[in-house]
């Protein structure tokens, strides 16, 4: 079943976050048709929704795997200023968490910084790209899979380290409900984020990271330790077997315990 834009347009509370909505059947990468529309002034809130990805992509190169009909599939237009860029990318795995809340029954965790998931498997992943032009953002991409009703057991590929809703509930879930709480959750919290910690604290609740031997890939290099914390931007302070401690901003974490 094709996905119903005006019952999730009816269920919004938002003032911005998905009131212009540009719909695709399907599309390589809603990332990369998103940024038309940013290219020509799209909006923004404006969120583009693909049914189905022929060249879904994720974190790193990755290929995010996208069937027909199933899933959210969605990129965010936004224009922030510089200094809020970074809370982008705590809001958008924080809403779909919150989401998840709302809707379920569900304990989703985080996987630092951005990866959801549901009894330790991957339900939801997110890519935040940005536009810059000198010092100020032309614009930000905040593209988020969710696995709502995907029969992930018949994907070979990611059966044994995704879940969906679906997986997880034992029954389908209504694309468009969950949608609307997203986009709800996502416009609240992208608010609440500019005027204090208490989005950061929420985020940092939900981190399955926090205390476990990691091995994180970044900036071309690989690094063991514990995960300490967070910082107030959202780096993960990792705490090395010499004792010492580095900031990372932006990486690959695998969980070693
Ligand atoms: C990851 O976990 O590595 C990020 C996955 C992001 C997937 C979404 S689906 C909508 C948007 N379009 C894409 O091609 N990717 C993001």
Do not use: C
């Not at 199933?70 to 860029?85: A, C, G, S, V």
């Not at 996502?186 to 950061?200: D, H, I, K, M, N």
């Not at 939900?206 to 690989?222: A, C, K, M, N, Y």
Request: charged share 30%; proline share 2%; hydrophobic share 40%.
């Amino acid at each position: 079943m094709w996905l119903d834009l005006r019952s999730v347009q009816e269920r919004l509370e938002t003032e911005f976050v998905g009131r212009r909505a540009v719909y695709l059947t399907s599309t390589g990468s809603t990332q990369d048709a998103a940024r038309v529309e940013a290219e020509n002034e799209g909006v923004s809130g404006t969120v583009v929704l693909a049914e189905e990805q022929t060249a879904g992509r994720g974190r790193f190169g990755r290929t995010w795997v996208s069937p027909g009909g199933k899933n959210l599939y969605l990129t965010l237009i936004l224009r922030p200023p510089m200094e809020r860029l970074r809370s982008l990318s705590i809001v958008a795995p924080l809403a779909v968490a919150m989401a998840i809340e709302e809707r379920t029954d569900l304990s989703p965790r985080i996987k630092w910084p951005n990866d959801v998931l549901v009894n330790g498997r991957k339900l939801s992943g997110i890519i935040v790209e940005s536009e810059l032009s000198g010092q100020s953002i032309k614009f930000a991409l905040v593209g988020i899979g969710v696995n709502v009703n995907f029969d992930v057991e018949e994907s070979s590929d990611v059966a044994d380290i995704a879940t969906s809703l679906k997986r997880e509930l034992g029954k389908e879930t209504s694309r468009e409900e969950f949608l609307a709480s997203l986009l709800n959750q996502f416009e609240a919290l992208y608010e609440r984020a500019a005027r204090g910690t208490e989005v950061l604290k929420e985020w940092r609740s939900r981190l399955e990271t926090l205390g476990r031997e990691i091995q994180v890939t970044f900036g071309g290099h690989v690094d063991t330790g514990v995960a300490e914390d967070v910082d107030s931007d959202g780096n993960l302070i990792l705490l090395r077997s010499d004792g010492s401690r580095i900031a990372i901003e932006a990486g690959e974490v695998t969980l070693r315990t």
